[in-house]
């Protein structure tokens, strides 16, 4: 069975500085795919960055990069320089190859970016 | 192009009652998905489509719900004798194929409220 934790409920991050979301996972498939998402108030669940499992390098999408590191099955995404615009809820998620097809969500990280 | 798509945006209806929540998918994306999203947690599988038929259902909770998708675009939610429980937001999300590299897209949910 599949597993996401997300440890960290919520973050305080300053305008501009960068900030680390934890995320690990759980799965026994060896093909599998990572993604974040971020959810605004308004409750618009929007991609941000995916990470396959055979990717060697850490994937960057502008201001975000996912660290993934493999052996510790963490897939953590940096944000750098924090804007307002940032606060949102972060989702991470897994989807395999095989097995169940849909995405398996974390609880989320409700992140707060001050001025 | 125009993005996923579902109707209503709010539902409010008393227990009991019989309720269609509509999804309409990225013209082209042959796999659809149905989330569930309670109050501050993450989207739970409901259950997806590949084309027409429904390839994973596991995630629905009961018989009360069903959804349908007849010609592989369009898919409809449908809950029966509605329950104060069922009380979330609905997602739809759709992606161009079910392999696991694929961003799935959301729409912009369907609040069902209970009463």
């Known amino acids: 069975a599949q597993k996401i934790t997300q440890t960290q409920p919520g973050m305080f991050v300053q305008e501009k500085e960068a900030v680390t979301l934890d995320c690990t996972y759980d799965?026994?498939?060896?093909?599998?795919?990572l993604f974040w998402y971020k959810q605004p108030s308004s409750g618009e669940m929007i991609f941000l960055i995916y990470q396959g499992s055979y990717d060697e390098q850490n994937a960057t999408e502008g201001r975000y990069s996912l660290n993934f590191q493999k052996a510790r099955k963490s897939a953590n995404l940096v944000i750098s320089a924090s804007q307002l615009g940032d606060s949102a809820m972060y989702f991470c998620a897994m989807r395999e190859d095989t097995g169940r097809r849909a995405l398996t969500f974390g609880s989320g990280t409700r992140l707060q970016v001050q001025p | 192009g125009a993005g996923v798509s579902q109707t209503p945006s709010n539902k409010v209806t008393e227990k009991g009652k019989y309720v269609e929540l509509r999804c309409d998918p990225i013209?082209?994306?042959?796999?659809l998905y149905w989330y569930r999203q309670s109050l501050g947690q993450g989207p739970e599988f409901l259950i997806y489509f590949q084309g027409t038929g429904a390839a994973d259902d596991s995630g629905l909770p009961n018989d009360r719900f069903f959804a349908v998708r007849p010609e592989g675009s369009v898919s409809t939610l449908k809950i029966q004798r509605t329950e104060r429980g069922d009380s979330a937001v609905y997602l739809c999300?759709?992606?161009?194929?079910?392999?696991?590299?694929?961003?799935?897209?959301f729409g912009p949910g369907t609040r069902l409220t209970v009463t």
């Open positions: 013209s082209g994306h042959t796999a």
């Open positions: 999300a759709s992606s161009l194929t079910i392999r696991y590299h694929y961003e799935q897209y």
């Open positions: 799965t026994s498939d060896q093909s599998y795919g």
